[in-house]
């Protein structure tokens, strides 16, 4: 079977990489004084994406510019520190607000989508790449901008990634109308069972 050679690039080609806001002396408690807006830490990092009762409203110093540290839709969180790596691609519902320096954000320029990127990072092949970019002689991961701008990616024409991302739109769709159907048959089947005991109970 024939298969394609792609181009490998590394990461700092054709994305733009870069560490949230440090909070020691830039941000304060949503009470106080300052420029309020949503942060996204560690916790709102969830393998499954965004997890959004843990996005925290903070305040900035009157000299902190947030421009340096908002997200866009599209763009890559993954986490830098901690036993494991954590990847969200940002939704529109998330654009604009701030990551802590403990989120790295990958976005991606005119030549990669957002979406193959994330699949490739989430894929076993693209979690040993990031395990072996963390710097780390314990347990605990230390990813580094530096290491992951060394990292080197097939690049397949724009044509094929777009091929690609609607092939993983549609799988994703297929994915989540199975869970639904299973979570009915379940809920169904818990209703019968506790209806079927409170018969022969009664």
Known sequence: ??????TFLPLEEIAEIFVGLARQGRVAPAQKYGLRMSLIGMKAIHH?????????????????????????????????????????????????????SNII??????QLLPVLLHA??????????LEKASQSTTRQKNLTVRALKKIRLPLPPLPRQHQLARLLAAAERQHALALAAAEKRLEIARQITLNTLFENGG
């Open 1 to 6: 079977m024939f298969m394609p050679t792609y």
């Open 48 to 100: 499954a994406g965004l997890n959004w009762e843990a996005i925290e409203t903070v305040s900035l110093l009157p000299e902190i510019d947030p421009a340096f540290y908002q997200i866009a839709a599209g763009d890559l969180l993954v986490t830098c520190r901690g036993t494991d790596v954590r990847l969200a691609l940002t939704p529109e519902k998330a654009a604009g607000m701030l990551v802590d």
């Open 105 to 110: 954000v990958i976005r991606c320029g005119p």
């Open 120 to 129: 490739y990072f989430r894929h076993s092949a693209g979690r040993e790449v």
